[in-house]
């Protein structure tokens, strides 16, 4: 099969890697989606914190009670019932208890009555702590003197309870599906949970590392929606027995129900998440947060927790008092971070544009075109959310999608890399004798530049050979095994310097080889390529004949020199190839390459090494310096060429003894075609004295001068020596 035919699989690895991709993210498998915006939104959060802002602008101020001088946890009620009455002495409007009520006091007294033993002689003992006050029912009466909200744990009990408020929402699907359902609770005292104005759940939604970045407003008990404790302290500020909240349009990507999407608060709609959750927009830790009961208050909601509750924060652990101010404050301010009900599905659909662009580029052009995209889109997609955080407090998640397209184009790199490495690998094999390492890389990642059906190029043809070849190898006829390592010293440089060149290496034989340029790959300057490679043959053999001409034969007889001729041509050629027991033979065919041929084979009667056909010269003219040596019909094409030695590059051009010899060619030349043949022979003599001038190339001249004066070649010949080929 072509290698531009085979099968390309590249796309199949990137193409599943962006539906695991898409699957993970769009079902956030494992709690991974949501881990990976937990972290950038942490990442956004401690490089932009929200500035702490003091809230009594909006009509109240939120503040945190410093508990250590409360003493030990738990507190006895009687002291929490002190330091409620403080608070209201000092001016706190509300008091938030962030921790559950659901056990009797264990300070009581009345709890040392089961202590007391049986018996009429202890009557009066347990009369007495029976009429001592109750510590509950005095914490009970502190809370009727200033509001105070408190909290029950939900949990999967049998105990029931009995909310203060009711919860409810606008819009036509009921949105509180999406909240977590307890079967039971630990509610608080009933006497407590009577006198205190507002009573909710204390039940966080902790993400899977542990990190409390949603306040929860609202969860379902037996089926029933129930406000969380940030929710009553709102609905308590607010004065009114209703919490409103508003059902979402419709369900997440994956067709899930409908969610909870903005709660109504003081005047405003606070934009939640589908759970009822508000996602926190947290500050750094400020001292003028937290007070102590001797502290003037003035419209005060004081948050009292209890000591050692914490709740990991981007800014670490936080105790969960501060955490609840914290909301409470997003909330007053309006400052709660926003993330849209269609964020999921505009990622989604980004990674889902985006990868598939990617795949697209990959298959399409190459690896660095898509990873040029990619790149694109992921610092696209990093500016643009981190602007709608900074600037809107909005969470778009830019990590998930960009790692998926990450995955998706190493999925690609990967692919095309091993389909590289596959072409490569079958190219070397086919071509390696063939082609130079970069040419087999061009078409290991581009198939489609090894065309095999066949086209029509021009090329430029190269013929290098061994002069005197079977002479050559009759001194060697009893020495076969240095004859064929001789060779081997020879052609394995002259053909490296060939594909150093960018040539084709198409035919080896025992005499020589052929090589071409401009096929299969394209290569504008393929005259000139082949010059180079021809001017460096003449340096490599001129190394090999310094080292050969110093060792000796088996019978002691000193190596000669070896000779070689190269002949050139440029013209339209058809390559292609073929397949046959698993190797690809690619080759050019044209009349260039039978007149690179017939040049090569009459080379050495002109004693220059390196002769070109005039096309060849015109296209690498500039680079060298061609001395016309004949005007000969070679039996190729349609009829005789002029043909030129190449002497060496523009430096030589330019030389006077250069100018001076070319002067004088053209002078020879003018006097044949013109048949003056006494004034050739004197510019001949006198050309012989001249520097660089080949003597043996004269001598061919002046033998066909002899020859034409006893067989004149008429009036309209054309200057062109034919009989060579007789």
């Known amino acids: 099969m072509p290698f531009r035919d085979r099968p390309r699989f590249i796309w199949a690895l990137p193409l599943l890697a962006l539906g695991m991709a898409l699957a993970v993210l769009g079902g956030d498998w494992a709690g991974l989606a949501m881990g990976l915006r937990g972290f950038l939104f942490d990442s956004y959060q401690r490089a932009a914190p929200r500035p702490y802002t003091d809230t009594v602008s909006e009509g109240y101020q939120v503040r945190v009670l410093d508990t250590a001088p409360l003493g030990a946890w738990p507190w006895p009620h009687a002291t929490l019932a002190k330091v409620i009455g403080e608070l209201r002495a000092q001016g706190a409007e509300m008091v938030v208890l962030a921790f559950p009520l659901d ?31 109750s510590p509950d029912k005095s914490l009970a009466v502190a809370f009727g003197q200033v509001a105070t909200v408190t909290g029950f744990t939900l949990n999967d ?55 409390l970045r949603r306040m929860p407003l609202a969860f379902r008990a037996q089926g029933v929606a129930v406000a969380s404790l940030d929710a009553e302290v709102l609905r308590v500020a607010a004065n009114t027995r209703k919490l409103m909240f508003r059902a979402g349009d419709g369900g997440d990507l994956l067709g899930g129900t409908a969610g909870v999407a903005a709660v109504e608060a003081l005047h405003r709609d606070l934009p939640t998440a589908p759970d009822g959750s508000l996602w926190i927009a947290y500050s750094k830790d400020d001292g003028a947060r937290t007070i102590t009961t001797t502290t003037p208050l003035h419209h005060a909601i004081v948050y009292i927790g209890a000591p050692g509750e914490t709740a990991m924060t981007p800014f670490g652990p936080r105790n ?4 609840h101010a914290q909301a409470l404050e997003n909330m007053l301010l309006g400052t709660v971070l926003r993330r849209p009900a269609a964020a999921n599905k505009a990622e989604l659909g980004l990674l889902l544009l985006a990868g598939m662009a990617t795949i697209f580029l990959l298959v399409r052009f190459n690896v660095w075109w898509a990873g040029l995209f990619a790149s694109a889109v992921i610092a696209g997609a990093v500016a643009i959310s981190w602007r709608l955080f900074a600037a809107n407090h909005v969470l778009l998640d830019s990590l998930g999608p960009c790692l998926g397209l990450a995955l998706v184009f190493a999925a690609g790199a990967a692919a095309r890399g091993l389909e590289v490495a596959g072409a490569r690998a079958k190219l070397h094999d086919a071509f390696a004798d063939s082609l130079n390492a970069v040419a087999i890389e061009r078409i290991a990642r581009n198939p489609s530049l090894l065309k ?67 096929a299969p790959l394209d290569d504008p300057e393929h005259a000139i390529h082949a010059c180079e490679a021809a001017s460096g043959m003449m340096e490599v053999i001129a190394k090999v004949n310094d080292i050969i001409t110093h060792e000796r034969r088996i019978d002691g007889t000193a190596l ?167």
């Not at 007294?109 to 003992?125: C, Q, V, Y």
């Not at 105990?159 to 509180?176: E, L, Q």
């Not at 407590?192 to 009573?199: E, F, Q, T, V």
């Open 320 to 323: 969960l008092a501060q955490v």
């Open 560 to 726: 000669a020199p070896i000779e070689i001729g190269i002949g050139v041509s440029t013209g339209p050629a058809i390559a292609g190839g073929f397949r046959n027991h698993g190797r690809t033979t690619y080759s050019a065919v044209g009349d260039c390459a039978v007149m690179a041929a017939r040049i090569q084979a009459l080379s050495g009667t002109y004693g220059p090494a390196v002769i070109v056909a005039e096309d060849t010269r015109k296209a690498a003219e500039r680079g060298f310096a061609f001395l016309e040596v004949d005007f000969v019909e070679t039996g190729a094409g349609t009829g005789p060429v002029k043909l030129y030695a190449l002497l060496g590059n523009p430096v030589m051009r330019a030389s006077p003894k250069f100018r001076a010899l070319s002067t004088f060619h053209d002078h020879i030349f003018q006097s044949l075609r013109t048949q003056q043949w006494e004034k050739t022979r004197d510019l001949i003599e006198q050309c012989r004295k001249l520097s660089g001038a080949s003597q043996k190339l004269y001598d061919v001249h002046l033998t066909r001068i002899a020859w034409y004066e006893t067989h004149p070649p008429g009036a309209d010949w054309d200057g062109a020596f034919r009989p060579v080929l007789k």
């Open 157 to 211: 009990g049998a105990a029931s309870i009995a909310p203060k408020s009711t919860v409810a929402f606008t819009g036509t699907k009921n949105p509180f599906a999406r909240t977590r359902d307890f079967a039971g609770a630990s509610p608080t005292l009933d006497a407590l949970r009577g006198a205190s104005a507002g009573n909710g759940a204390l039940n966080l939604v902790l993400d899977r590392d542990g990190a």
């Open 103 to 133: 056990r009797a006091d264990p300070a009581s007294p009345r709890n040392l009555i089961a202590e007391i033993p049986a018996g009429p002689g202890f009557d009066s003992t347990r009369a007495a702590l029976e009429q001592m006050p």
């Open 452 to 518: 095999l059906d066949g086209e029509t190029r021009n090329v430029t043809y190269l013929v290098c050979g061994v002069r005197g070849f079977t002479a050559l190898a009759a001194t060697f006829k009893d020495d076969p095994v240095a004859f064929t390592r001789l060779l081997q010293r020879v052609f394995a440089p002259l053909m490296d310097e060939a594909l150093a060149h960018r040539g084709t290496i198409e035919r080896i034989s025992a005499e020589g080889f052929s090589c071409f340029w401009n």
